[in-house]
T-cell receptor, first 113, second 115 residues
Framework: AQSVTQPDIHITVSEGASLELRCNYSYGATPYLFWYVQSPGQGLQLLLKYFSGDTLVQGIKGFEAEFKRSQSSFNLRKPSVHWSDAAEYFCAVGAGSNYQLIWGAGTKLIIKP | KAGVTQTPRYLIKTRGQQVTLSCSPISGHRSVSWYQQTPGQGLQFLFEYFSETQRNKGNFPGRFSGRQFSNSRSEMNVSTLELGDSALYLC??????????????FGPGTRLTVL
């Protein structure tokens, strides 16, 4: 069965420091991979997605992610975080008939001033 | 272009009651998906509708149901509410629902509290 693992429940980063959020997936075929962000009281906003091709994907708000098939990973990175990046981040994989998303548990990002 | 809207934003019900939540997709989108989000279980897929037909269903009991109207608006219904149904219910719309080529846009959610 398809699954997504985000091993870090919380991550604390100083403002201006770099960020990497981990995501590992289990899926038999080539996956469709996504990162979403959820701010408190808000819905989910798509940051970026990987379907095929270039394994380094650029997204909104300065985020990027790299697909590594050999490691079944799709880690999210940002070179310098801002206080406004504090939110919960979810990794997801398109699964089954590919009309639904399977979600990781989320990583809450805390920014230290 | 208006985003996905969900009504109501907040609901308080008691055990045994039923509830109906509404979702209006982005204009032109024909697929609507519903997800339940709880601290313990995270985000879980409920069902997906396309052109008034349920195409996919997650692993939820029959108390959870939904429908889609000809204008693509969707409702989900939960009957005989249980305490464990307290959650944020998120609706997402997309053009055709195929996550391989399409993007799901989420509404702000309906926060349901069951007392």
């Amino acid at each position: 069965a398809q699954s997504v693992t985000q091993p870090d429940i919380h991550i604390t980063v100083s403002e201006g420091a770099s960020l990497e959020l981990r995501c590992n997936y289990s899926y038999g075929a080539t996956p469709y991979l996504f990162w979403y962000v959820q701010s408190p009281g808000q819905g989910l906003q798509l940051l970026l997605k990987y379907f095929s091709g270039d394994t380094l994907v650029q997204g909104i708000k300065g985020f990027e992610a790299e697909f590594k098939r050999s490691q079944s990973s799709f880690n999210l990175r940002k070179p310098s975080v801002h206080w406004s990046d504090a939110a919960e981040y979810f990794c997801a994989v398109g699964a089954g008939s590919n009309y639904q998303l399977i979600w990781g548990a989320g990583t809450k990002l805390i920014i230290k001033p | 272009k208006a985003g996905v809207t969900q009504t109501p934003r907040y609901l308080i019900k008691t055990r045994g009651q039923q509830v109906t939540l509404s979702c209006s997709p982005i204009s032109g989108h024909r697929s609507v998906s519903w997800y339940q989000q709880t601290p313990g279980q995270g985000l879980q897929f409920l069902f997906e509708y396309f052109s008034e037909t349920q195409r996919n269903k997650g692993n939820f009991p029959g108390r959870f149901s939904g429908r889609q109207f000809s204008n693509s608006r969707s409702e989900m219904n939960v009957s005989t509410l249980e305490l464990g149904d307290s959650a944020l219910y998120l609706c997402a719309s997309s053009w055709d629902g195929y996550v391989g080529t399409d993007t799901q846009y989420f509404g702000p959610g309906t926060r349901l509290t069951v007392l």
